[in-house]
């Protein structure tokens, strides 16, 4: 494993992986009395293990807008933010384009309350502590959908800071997370990069990863719901 | 008829155009019959919708057109008809065709009318008139170009000749360099920096008046007394007289020694008050120079209180200390004399050295302040926030990480910036000492440096080499970065050391190099003579310890193989040269005369003890000549026998 070797390089490259709590309780028999908060908690303590160390917390959040009218097809803006760009917003279409913009972004939104609003109980928020060890990044947080405050999922972010390029680095942020996850979990990553396995690293990629995983949660939790009487 | 005659004369027909002073009138003419019609034919709209001539292709065409004008404002009422709007645009059309077959009839058929081209009076052409027009207009014209070129002519002509020089001829040169303003009946100026962006409080508000040239005319209440300009110039008290800042580098347990010697930047005398006869430009430039200072030391006084660092740094009366290294501390000082008293208590003893580049780099960093406090960049859209840079604006879109966001904000105080930049020079400046110490001690072999010309105020570079006189082809290289406050030395085969500022570790490091490259330039030199070499040991654990460093040795054996030279290199003890000789023709006629042993031939090519050369004894310019020398002489000798 490489020691911290140098200073942060500016651009960065993450890879996102998650612990679907609904599906492992699913999957796997858990024992009883055993908490989201637990399994992070646990997770944590892993990481602590390794000798990373706590540097702050993170948040990434995701509002949903969705068009007024209701003829055609609906479409939605994935409004995002990342607490590592404190002064960018992510603006996402249903077609994966990406806008990168400043944080007025949000005023602009509320302007155009006409054509797009915002969805009900669509917030996603992601939330836990951030974790440096040496090159590496780590973060790990739970998951929290609309006004509930309640627990849908675990999610951990893994970053390689001196890498730019996914397909050169993946093998050794492999090994990396097998020191703290299984590797059920880690292999099955999102679709992301499965496409731009070559591409530099731009910060919209982890954005774009973070709502694929934000999507996931919302689709188990409608499913998880009880049937409306 | 009989009765009362009625006599009826029309008033004035015509209209008076102009009452001469006799009493005359002179009329308008009355128009003639064309010229009325044409008047009235002017009058006449013939785009207007006249519904009265619908469909009446008459042949009194003139009569219907002077009764046109009172035209009859048809009540239309909204048609129901579907077709009303194209109707009435038919009816205009028609009304237009008849109208136009009117007036071709008209044209036509002269029984109507008869056209008659209207005559306009021309004013006759007068040649004369007109020479004499222009004749009267060009003379007025070189009346005024010549009276404005004598006037001109007189004005250099006085401006040349005058001895005393006049009042508004002055103001004009003080206000084509100063700012005046005129408040009342008095004339003020301003010295501040305020509109070239400075915040500094002090107004520099000076007041120009007229100086009677009689010397008796003086009021009392006048500060100063010019006696040959006109112009007059009152400075407030606090900015009168010569300040400077000065800034020195000193060692902080050996009293005033500095290490930074350069002269003031008035060296001819202490501040002092300005002789009072000075010209008003010299005056002012000086008072200018004091609000500079203050607001130079104000701002550095406010930093030292502000700004955090392990060693406070001190603001004492009107001096700032600021610790730069262990021993050695920087020094900055407003030196203003307003009252002598002062100025004696603040300067005892010699005089510190005052260190000008530091100041100039001082200056610089006010003047990029002001810089940055007149000029902001403009706001982006333009309803965004004033004073955002270019790079936070741009923040948000290119997603700076966090880390990038933090070292934005990051800015540095000009007194932090000026320590930098006296550290850099306190360790350029030691850097220097250094090599210049060593190349003089060091006579045996050549350190040459050479400075690179692009430097900053925070950076620069100096490579060395060291060569032996006479054999340059070996030398060793090293370059040093000279940082804020270490050394990165880049060797020849790309390792970088760091080196602190401390003087001895860079000291250290050229010996170890001069130690070094004495032992490769022997081992060159064997190659070359065709010794053999047995072995090279870089760090040799036997011998005496050095302070610092670790002893190089070497060994070489002759072509013949009978004569071994071993070379011993430190960096202190310097180099010490040893010969063994084989056989040791005096150790075997001992063992020969003992009759003890009995000694096989071969054990005669044993080695013998070593034999210290003495260096300063043998023949040749340096070290590496004498050992040229050496092993010239020892590789020809052959191997005594018995």
Redesign the interface.
């Known amino acids: 494993m490489p020691q911290s070797c140098g200073g942060?390089s500016?651009n960065?490259f993450n890879i996102l992986l998650t612990l679907l709590l609904l599906i492992r309780v699913l999957s796997y028999p858990v024992p009883e009395g055993k908490s989201g908060q637990q399994t992070v908690e646990a997770l944590q303590k892993q990481i602590e293990v390794l000798g990373a160390t706590v540097s702050s917390n993170f948040t990434v959040d995701c509002e949903t807008y969705g068009t007024y009218q209701q003829t055609s097809q609906p479409q939605h803006i994935n409004i995002l933010h990342n607490?590592?760009?404190?002064?960018?917003?992510?603006a996402v279409l249903d077609s994966g384009n990406c806008l990168?913009?400043?944080?007025?972004f949000d005023a602009l939104m509320n302007k155009i309350k006409m054509f797009y609003i915002q969805k009900k109980n669509a917030r996603v928020e992601a939330k836990g502590l951030r974790y440096e060890y040496g090159d590496f990044i780590i973060k790990v947080g739970s998951v929290v959908l609309g006004q509930s405050t309640s627990f849908k999922g675990v999610i951990v972010e893994v970053e390689y800071m001196p890498a730019v390029v996914v397909s050169e680095c993946f093998g050794l942020m492999r090994e990396f997370m097998f020191s703290f996850m299984p590797t059920s979990v880690i292999d099955a990553t999102t679709n992301h990069w499965k496409t731009k396995n070559d591409a530099i690293y731009?910060?919209?990629d982890t954005v774009l990863q973070y709502l694929e995983h934000f999507n996931n949660f919302r689709k188990s939790a409608v499913s998880m719901m009880p049937p409306m009487q | 008829m009989s009765g009362v005659q009625v006599s009826i004369e029309a008033l004035n027909e015509c209209q008076i155009q102009e009452v001469t002073l006799d009493g005359q009138e002179i009329y308008v003419q009355p128009l003639s019959m064309s010229d009325s019609l044409s008047k009235l034919a002017h009058k006449i709209d013939f785009h207007r919708d006249e519904c009265e001539t619908k469909g009446k292709p008459t042949s009194e065409g003139d009569k219907e057109e002077e009764e046109e004008p009172p035209a009859k404002n048809a009540v239309f009422q909204p048609s129901l008809w579907p077709w009303d709007n194209m109707r009435t645009k038919l009816k205009m059309a028609l009304t237009e065709t008849s109208v136009l077959l009117d007036v071709l009839k008209i044209v036509k058929e002269k029984h109507y009318m008869v056209l008659d081209s209207v005559s306009i009076d021309q004013p006759e052409a007068k040649p004369g008139f007109f020479a004499v027009a222009k004749k009267r207009a060009l003379n007025s014209a070189v009346s005024i170009l010549s009276n404005g070129a004598e006037r001109l002519r007189k004005s250099q002509e006085q401006a040349a000749k005058r001895t005393t020089p006049n009042f508004h001829y002055e103001l004009l040169k003080l206000r084509s360099k100063w700012r005046l303003k005129k408040v009342g009946t008095t004339i003020l100026g301003d010295l501040s920096f305020k509109s070239a962006g400075s915040r500094f409080w002090q107004s520099g508000t000076f007041e120009v008046t007229k100086n009677d040239l009689m010397p008796s005319d003086f009021k009392e209440g006048a500060p100063a007394h010019t006696v040959r300009s006109p112009l007059q110039v009152h400075i407030p008290s606090e900015l009168e007289s010569v300040a400077y800042i000065q800034v020195s580098i000193r060692h902080t347990q050996e009293g005033c020694e500095d290490l930074a010697s350069a002269d003031l930047q008035l060296p001819n005398s202490l501040p002092g008050s300005i002789p009072s006869d000075t010209p008003w430009q010299r005056r002012l430039e000086t008072a200018q120079n004091v609000i500079f200072c203050k607001e130079v030391f104000v701002q550095l006084a406010r930093e030292a209180v502000q700004v955090k660092s392990p060693l406070p740094h001190l603001v004492i009366g009107n001096q700032v200390f600021s610790h730069l290294f262990p021993g050695m501390q920087l020094c900055i000082a407003l030196c203003h004399s307003i009252d002598k008293s002062r100025q004696s208590s603040i300067r005892p003893g010699p005089k510190p050295d005052h260190n000008q580049v530091l100041e100039h780099s001082l200056h610089q960093l006010v003047r990029e302040l002001h810089f940055k406090n007149s000029y902001h960049p403009m706001p982006h859209p333009v309803s965004a926030l004033l004073g955002v840079s270019k790079k936070r604006r741009n923040a948000g879109p290119q997603a700076f990480s966090r880390t990038e966001l933090l070292d934005m904000t990051h800015s540095e105080s000009m007194l932090e910036q000026i320590i930098r930049q006296a550290r850099h020079f306190v360790v350029r400046t030691r850097t220097l000492d250094i090599l210049d110490k060593l190349s003089e001690e060091i006579t045996d072999l050549q350190i040459a440096s050479h400075w690179c010309n692009l430097s900053s105020a925070l950076e620069s570079m100096v490579k060395v080499n060291i060569t032996f006189n006479g054999y340059e082809t070996f030398k060793a290289l090293f370059a040093l970065h000279i940082c804020v406050d270490k050394i990165r030395v880049v060797m020849k085969d790309g390792r970088v050391i760091n080196l602190s500022y401390e003087p001895q570790e860079l000291n250290d490091f050229i010996l170890t190099q001069v130690a070094h490259h004495h032992i490769c330039i022997v081992q060159a030199l064997a190659k070359l003579m065709g010794w053999q070499l047995l072995t090279s040991n870089s760090h040799i654990g036997v011998g005496e310890m050095e302070p610092v460093g670790n002893v190089q040795s070497i060994m070489l054996a002759s072509p013949l193989g009978n004569r071994v030279i071993a070379v011993r290199s430190g960096p202190f003890s310097g180099v010490h040269v040893h010969v063994q000789k084989t056989p040791d023709v005096d150790t075997i006629r001992e063992l020969h005369e003992s009759k003890h042993v009995s000694l096989a031939e071969k054990w005669e090519m044993l080695g013998g003890p070593f034999h210290k050369v003495h260096l300063d004894k043998l023949e040749g310019r340096n070290f590496v000549n004498k050992m040229e020398l050496l092993m010239a002489c020892l590789s020809s000798e052959r191997t005594d026998t018995f």
Not at chain 1, 83 to 90: D, G, V
Not at chain 1, 100 to 104: C, E, G
């Open positions: 942060r500016l960065t607490s590592e760009q404190p002064a960018t917003c992510f990168v913009a400043d944080l007025q731009a910060p919209q």
